[in-house]
């Protein structure tokens, strides 16, 4: 069983920054995804970002040039470096995780993170 860890969030004036961090504790399939999606009030949960284990990553038009995805793998970590935050960027952030197997994928969820940005 993979459990998902999450800190970083809190408070930020826009057009400042945080960092995220998920740890995953237990073992990841050699293959899989980790990645960032985020829900605010009233509205859908959305992704924000994607890394492969083999680092290729993508991300929301939203986010692009402003969020930075990357990971430790030898930490089972993933991290989203969030720069120039706006107030619409508010929305609690959850990790996520995806197992690969030939059988199947098993996915994950973190707890989630509330980030607001305000002045």
């Known amino acids: 069983q993979v459990q998902l860890v999450e800190s970083g969030g809190g408070l930020v004036q826009p057009g400042g920054s945080l960092r995220l961090s998920c740890a995953a504790s237990?073992?990841?399939?050699?293959?899989?995804?980790m990645g960032w999606f985020r829900q605010a009030p009233g509205k859908q949960r959305e992704v924000v970002a994607t890394?492969?284990?083999?680092?290729?990553?993508n991300s929301a038009d939203s986010v692009k040039g402003r969020f930075t995805i990357s990971r430790d793998n030898a930490k089972n970590t993933v991290y989203l470096q969030m720069n120039s935050l706006k107030s619409e960027d508010t929305a609690v952030y959850y990790c996520?995780?995806?197992?690969?197997?030939?059988?199947?994928?098993?996915?994950?969820w973190g707890q989630g993170t509330q980030v607001t940005v305000s002045s």
């Open positions: 237990g073992r990841l399939s050699s293959t899989n995804v």
């Open positions: 996520n995780a995806k197992s690969i197997f030939p059988i199947g994928t098993y996915t994950y």
């Open positions: 890394i492969t284990s083999g680092g290729s990553t």
